[in-house]
């Protein structure tokens, strides 16, 4: 490959907000960037959909303290945040479904279990301050932790039925998977990875506090626009040729582009799906081999006002009932829309995938009325997004690590081979699983490049 000069310095598969960003960064340093994206349309697991005259977000949209990177993106972009509706009363549901009033994270469990509850949120706390984030595999009884799954953890810690029951509820909300398909370490990793189980859970000071005005998705298509004629859609990547000096790039219809480095910037399901010659080394290739996507549905309901504020509710809710495990008022900062947002997470959501279109749309409007209302039967748009069947998905909100992953094979995770870069919001250190973690690395890469190449 040697004797070709490179047709661009850098190729970056995958425009979801971390290849966006290394896209924007690298130029902005000079360097000569091609982005290639697989859809017809960029922002990865951040999308827009217009309903009822209102851009909706179909994918990630809140950010919260703490997400620095992405808070300074926006300012930089000129995109304002606002307040997550919060006020009023939040309400969970029960298996039975009895409605309760709450204000705060904490709903009306019962004092055992809220008791319950309270300990083994501190005790996850606790070991999960133990955790190295930037090698999990080095943390203190790494190999422990990482050989039981969060529910081994959950039945051994959790005293009562309800107890345990919520906090796989919390599992589905924050992992969207199920307690039983997920690493201890990973769950510890993640947790402080944003601080603490509150940071990630709580409207109000945690990671769901924020808005950005006109949708998420609304900061991928800035960048787009700044990238212009560097970035091409409708372009997947089908293989990978790579040697000491440089890269070959090829695309599903047979083109092909020499270039310095290459960051690929994808899901690590879809990492894997990449052909690369020679092929990757075995430490890489068997841990994108054990990094399945969690699980998750997406649901958007809008109406002519956001009705529920005048009964005193915030929006959000908890559903032990399900399908829906949770909800929160996406409404615009206008308030002159109501948008309600509910999750269906882990094996609901593969279960209820099974269900035709139209039984999804009257089990998850039913769910809906349950909890807001008979207002809420008959919504003016309706849209939902199953993410797992997303072509270059797969799933969302993340990858999740099982048992052993992490310490076998982690140490694979952000390593470059050779002039391959590995890019996304799983690869953070910081907020993996969030648009924060995923400007992060997209910054990290680019940053990478450079000190490589001298830039």
Sequence with gaps: MSHHDPDVDVVVIGAGMAGLVCADRLRRRGAE???????????????????????????????????DRVYALAAELGVATFPTYASGHNMLETETGRLRRFRGMVPKL????????????????????????????????????????????????????????????????????????????????????????????????????????????????????????????????????????????????????????????????????IAYDPPLPAARDNLLQRLPMGSVTKCIATYPEPFWRRAGLSGSALSLRGPIALTVDSSPQSGRRGVLIGFVNGATARDLAAHSSADRRSILLDAFTRLFGPQAATPVTFVERNWNEQPFARGGYSAVFPPGAWTQLGHALRAPVGRIHWAGTETSSRWYGYIDGAVRSGEAAADAIAAQSGQ
Excluded: M
């Design 33 to 67: 960037v091609l982005l290639l994206e697989a859809c017809h349309q960029v922002g990865g697991r951040t999308a827009g959909a217009e309903a009822d005259g209102e851009i909706v977000d179909l994918g990630g949209q809140f950010v919260g303290p703490g997400q």
């Design 110 to 273: 019962g004092p055992l279990t809220l008791l319950d509850v309270a300990r083994a949120q501190s005790r996850l706390d606790r070991l999960a301050r133990t955790v190295d984030t930037g090698s999990p595999w080095r943390s203190p009884n790494a190999a422990v932790l990482d050989g039981q799954t969060l529910q081994s953890w959950i039945d051994r810690t959790a005293r009562t039925r309800g107890g345990r029951r919520f906090i796989a509820l919390a599992c589905q909300a924050i992992w969207a998977c199920e307690p039983s398909e997920l690493s201890l370490l990973h769950a510890l990793f993640y947790v402080k990875a944003g601080g603490s189980l509150s940071a990630l859970t709580d409207v109000e000071g945690g990671a769901q506090q924020d808005r950005l005005d006109g949708g998420a998705y609304g900061l991928a298509t800035k960048l787009a626009d700044r990238l212009g004629t560097a970035l091409r859609l409708n372009a997947p990547v089908q293989r990978i040729e790579h040697d000491d000096s440089g890269v070959v790039v090829a695309v599903e219809d047979a083109t092909a582009w020499r270039a310095s480095h290459v960051v690929v910037a994808v899901p690590p399901p879809l990492a894997a799906r």
